[in-house]
């Protein structure tokens, strides 16, 4: 038995991003498999990241829809192979509601993610999330980041 043509791959990637964008959790579910898991990085240390159910994980995107209401996803690259779909892609939206304990700011702010999806009889099996959440976070107002400058002499 063959796997998925790297097109299947690609319109199963295109198809995950335009139901995020919907705010479609039902069809999100849809396109997961029962026993779905994704793995989400929770605290500093990416290589620790927390296993999510489908519940949990939509829960998760509820809350950052919430502070960001007009959030967007645009796909920057959508790479197929096997059974993965990787989609690169830029989020963006206005922080207009609380951001776990961050206060909205009005800004629009916009950060780089990276899915990989592992996908297993034409549905999504596996996730995992790498997400700019320093990007995030410096543009929230929630930490500063120090710049540091080069002198001409010194470099």
Not at 67 to 82: C, M
Request: no cysteine.
């Amino acid at each position: 038995m063959s796997g998925p043509t790297r097109n299947e791959l690609q319109a199963i990637g295109r198809r995950y991003v335009e139901l995020t964008n919907a705010r479609d959790y039902d069809g999100l579910d849809e396109l997961r498999t029962a026993d779905f898991v994704a793995h989400v990085p929770r605290d500093a240390t990416v290589s620790r990241a927390e296993p999510m159910h489908r519940d949990t994980l939509n829960k998760d995107l509820r809350m950052i829809v919430g502070a960001f209401p007009d959030l967007h996803s645009e796909v920057e690259d959508l790479i197929a192979d096997a059974d993965r779909v990787v989609v690169r892609n830029r989020l963006s939206g206005t922080h207009s509601g609380n951001l776990g304990g961050i206060a909205a700011t009005g800004h629009t702010i916009a950060w780089d993610t990276v899915q990989i999806l592992r996908v297993a009889d034409g549905k999504i099996a596996e996730a995992w999330f790498v997400t700019d959440t320093l990007a995030l976070l410096r543009q929230a107002g929630a930490i500063s980041v120090l710049v540091a400058t080069v002198e001409p002499d010194m470099a």
